[in-house]
């Protein structure tokens, strides 16, 4: 449609990756010590979830965009 879905885009992921975080805690919390045996495949996901937080993009440049782009502030690095 030629628009610029960056807006959008960030803010998903972003989203995402926080919802993930937050339910591999909540999992952990759940499970206790059972949590970190590598049986489970719980420490697995859990160590997953923090990934989703830095990679392909960091949440810190995803914050960085969502100021320099769509609040209009200057821009950080």
Not at 4 to 31: D, F, I, R, Y
Not at 39 to 53: A, G, N, P, V, W
Request: proline share 4%; glycine share 12%.
């Amino acid at each position: 449609a030629g628009v610029n879905p960056g807006e959008e885009a960030n803010m998903g992921k972003m989203l995402a990756a926080e919802a993930s975080w937050a339910a591999g805690e909540a999992c952990v919390q759940t499970h206790g010590g059972f949590g970190f045996a590598e049986e489970y495949d719980i420490e697995r996901k859990f160590r997953e979830t923090r990934l989703y937080q830095v990679a392909p993009i960091s949440t810190n440049l995803i914050l960085s965009y969502l100021g320099e782009h769509v609040l209009g502030m200057p821009r950080s690095y």
